[in-house]
DNA sequence: ATGCCTTTGTGAACGCGTGCACAAAGATTG
DNA sequence: CAATCTTTGTGCACGCGTTCACAAAGGCAT
């Protein structure tokens, strides 16, 4: 049943940045174009740390895989430090993105401002809705699925952005390595096979909020005297005999990215 | 200034489960949903982690941290796996949650249907504009930020979700705090200062998109017979030195959270 | 019952990430 | 130019998370 990997195998330590710190350079860069545009001309690692929400060590370990870029006795120069950043995580160049299914999310995240200001440019908009076809979201008319090869192909895209029903997912996903993209941002409730070389990152509502209600329940358990847990029934049974009778329930896990593709 | 952790201090090592294992739970749910939908009585660890995207042995020992649910020779009994999983992360009770910031995101959120299904309920749509005060939103009216403190305490609400602005999201977060709030997803493209005890959990499209490009720019450079590295010029200049002179570029960074709130 | 086959549960090794603590570097002042 | 003070850069130790590999457990057939 076509498992693939998709969770970089190694390290990625390509030239030596550990993924880790990949994920803190936008917060930092984020801190530092704030500054910039105060103009504030440098920071200590210390102010930077707490405007980032980093500990201030673990920000000059990170800075140290980029290079001494620092000043003894100083700081760092707020400037030089946004571009060595918006340079090593790609930023310089222009990133044209597709979004696929158009639904509620996908309309916002059309919308999204962040977009454009970072390097990014929503290249088009892809539903498979008929419907929608020629009807402009955000300034931009959408897009039969149809096209899609012929879209990415044309723009040179190499990065896709799934906010399709999780039944349409996979197909739309492997639509898209086909034709080239090589990075997805999939906000569908599914696993995504891809082959090898090809990157995915999940956004998954349903998930945060599970972990939110794990840590949650963990706290309405512990802190007051509260007591030692109902533990609301232990219905079920033993490991290997009888089976719970929870209905199926409605077949609505989540199989929209929190919003309805028309 | 203003720091505050937010990230669990500790282990969260309450009873045991390691938070990297609570965070694959909800995985390991979704995909055990499935099978139970489609009626399947058990599953072995190596078809339910191929399910789930994971490795084989991670999942068991993942299981081990919950008590040995298995059966050896044969795998796990679907139905009391849910259930047990399900007990865990708290689902097996209602979770009332608000919502505040009704912008394109907000709105896409509260239409979501993966809310409902696992215990989690939309209590409340909130937004700082009046013009949107009444009007229904996925059929809930939304009500003025001012009723704000007693929507929340009216309802036993301990979960927000933040898709405000992120110029409004600290005073917001603030305000859900102080009203009883003790986990928060933030949508909002700013680190949130919370006092200790609070959980917050991030969504942030922009900095996903720039892990992307990282990791894009990464493969674009090595894969061909690429040359050494270019290293795309080294204009900026010498750390304590010159300063580059790109323009403070529009203030337009990521202010909102995949949407704007009317 | 006995033996074989399958699959779990986990001990142990390893590697990544974090944080401490300090030496080195540079600015700054007298 | 020397002394002092600030802040970076990093060696080191520790802990969490992952993976391997295998013994133990249970089912099943003979």
């Known amino acids: 049943m076509a498992t693939g990997r998709n969770h970089r195998p190694a390290t990625s330590r390509s030239r030596g940045i550990p993924e880790a710190t990949v994920a803190r350079l936008p917060l930092y860069l984020r801190a530092l174009t704030a500054l910039s545009e105060r103009s504030v001309p440098t920071v200590s690692s210390e102010e930077l740390a707490s405007a ?31 571009y060595q950043i918006s340079r090593e995580l790609g930023l310089t160049q222009d990133w044209p993105v597709v979004i696929v299914g158009i639904g509620n999310l996908g309309a916002a995240l059309a919308n999204y401002g962040g977009f454009a200001s970072r390097g990014f440019r929503v290249a088009a908009l892809i539903d498979a809705d008929p419907g929608l076809s020629g009807k402009p979201v955000a300034g931009i008319p959408v897009q039969h699925t149809d096209e899609l090869e012929k879209i990415i192909s044309d723009n040179g895209v190499s990065i896709g952005v799934i906010a399709t029903p ?20 999939n906000f569908a409730p599914t696993v995504l096979s891809v082959p090898e070389g090809v990157d995915v990152r999940k956004v998954d509502l349903s998930i945060e909020l599970q972990i939110l209600a794990f840590h949650e ?20 049974a033993p490991p290997a005999v009888s089976v719970a009778k929870r209905p199926p329930e409605s077949g609505t896990d989540g199989d929209l990215p929190a919003v309805m593709p028309a």
Chains 1, 2 share one sequence.
């Open 166 to 185: 999780a039944g349409a997912a996979q197909q739309v996903c492997d639509r898209l390595v086909a034709a080239g993209i090589t990075s997805i941002l």
């Open 52 to 82: 980032a929400g980093v500990n201030s060590a673990k920000l000059r370990k990170d800075f140290s895989y980029l290079g001494s870029y620092g000043t003894r006795g100083v700081g760092y120069d707020v400037e030089y430090l946004v």
């Open 217 to 236: 329940q963990r706290k309405a358990g512990e802190e007051p005297g509260a007591p030692p847990e109902t533990d609301t029934a232990p219905p079920a």
